[in-house]
C-alpha cells in the first residue's frame, strides 16, 4: 500500500510538473487559446461547441473567438484563405495564405465603436499549423502564431492553439 501512494504521488508530481511553464504563464484548456504579450487569452464566448467555420466558395477557415472576462473584452482571429491541407500557412497581410487579427474592443454600450485593431501585414507575420483537419466530422487541431500592428504599436501573439469542431456553410 505504501508503495502505491508512493507511484501516485509520483504521478500526480509529474503530471503537475507537466502543466507547470517555467517560461511563463498558464494557458487554460478552452478551446482556443494564446499568449497575449505573454499573458493568457482564452475564448469565453463561442457559438455553440464550433472553434470555427468553413466557407465553400471561396474555401475560407477562420477560427476565432471572444473573452469577455477581462475588464477589456477582446477578441482574437486567424483566417486562412484557401484550406487544402494539413500543414503551415504562412500569415501575413492581406495576399499572405494567412492572416491574424487581435482586437481590444469597445466596452459594451458605449455609444462610440473604438476597436483597436492589430493586424498582420508585410512587416508583421506569422503562422498557423493545421495539424489534423476532419472533413467528414468537422473536427480541426493546429497551433499558431503572429504579430499583428495597429499604427506603431505591435501585440505578439505566441503558443496560440484551437482544437475543436468547424461548421461548413
Same mark, same amino acid.
Given at each position: 500500500?505504501? $508503495?502505491?501512494?508512493?507511484?501516485?504521488?509520483?504521478?500526480?508530481?509529474? #503530471?503537475?510538473?507537466?502543466?507547470? /511553464?517555467?517560461?511563463?504563464?498558464?494557458?487554460?484548456?478552452?478551446? @482556443?487559446?494564446?499568449? +497575449?504579450?505573454?499573458?493568457?487569452?482564452?475564448?469565453?464566448?463561442?457559438?455553440?461547441?464550433?472553434?470555427? *467555420?468553413? =466557407?465553400?466558395?471561396?474555401?475560407?477557415?477562420? +477560427?476565432?473567438?471572444? *473573452? $469577455?472576462?477581462?475588464?477589456? !473584452?477582446?477578441?482574437?482571429?486567424? +483566417?486562412?484563405?484557401?484550406?487544402?491541407?494539413? #500543414?503551415?500557412?504562412?500569415?501575413? #497581410?492581406? /495576399? $499572405?495564405?494567412?492572416?491574424?487579427?487581435?482586437?481590444?474592443?469597445?466596452?459594451?454600450?458605449?455609444?462610440? @465603436?473604438?476597436? @483597436?485593431?492589430?493586424?498582420?501585414?508585410?512587416?508583421?507575420?506569422? $503562422?498557423?499549423?493545421?495539424?489534423?483537419?476532419?472533413?467528414?466530422?468537422? =473536427?480541426?487541431?493546429?497551433? =499558431?502564431?503572429?504579430?499583428?500592428?495597429?499604427?506603431?504599436?505591435?501585440?505578439?501573439?505566441?503558443?496560440?492553439?484551437? !482544437?475543436?469542431?468547424?461548421? !461548413?456553410?
Amino acid at each position: 500500500m505504501g $508503495s502505491m501512494n508512493a507511484r501516485s504521488a509520483l504521478v500526480g508530481l509529474t #503530471g503537475f510538473l507537466a502543466c507547470s /511553464s517555467p517560461s511563463g504563464p498558464e494557458i487554460t484548456d478552452a478551446p @482556443i487559446a494564446a499568449l +497575449v504579450n505573454g499573458t493568457p487569452w482564452s475564448v469565453t464566448n463561442l457559438r455553440g461547441d464550433t472553434v470555427g *467555420d468553413q =466557407f465553400t466558395t471561396p474555401l475560407t477557415f477562420e +477560427v476565432g473567438g471572444l *473573452d $469577455s472576462t477581462a475588464t477589456t !473584452r477582446t477578441t482574437l482571429r486567424v +483566417v486562412i484563405g484557401s484550406l487544402t491541407r494539413t #500543414g503551415t500557412y504562412e500569415i501575413g #497581410g492581406f /495576399s $499572405s495564405p494567412a492572416q491574424g487579427l487581435y482586437a481590444v474592443l469597445s466596452p459594451p454600450g458605449d455609444p462610440y @465603436i473604438e476597436t @483597436i485593431p492589430y493586424q498582420t501585414d508585410a512587416n508583421h507575420l506569422g $503562422s498557423i499549423h493545421i495539424e489534423s483537419l476532419d472533413t467528414i466530422t468537422h =473536427f480541426v487541431v493546429g497551433t =499558431f502564431e503572429f504579430q499583428g500592428a495597429f499604427g506603431n504599436q505591435v501585440v505578439t501573439v505566441t503558443k496560440g492553439r484551437f !482544437r475543436g469542431h468547424f461548421k !461548413r456553410y
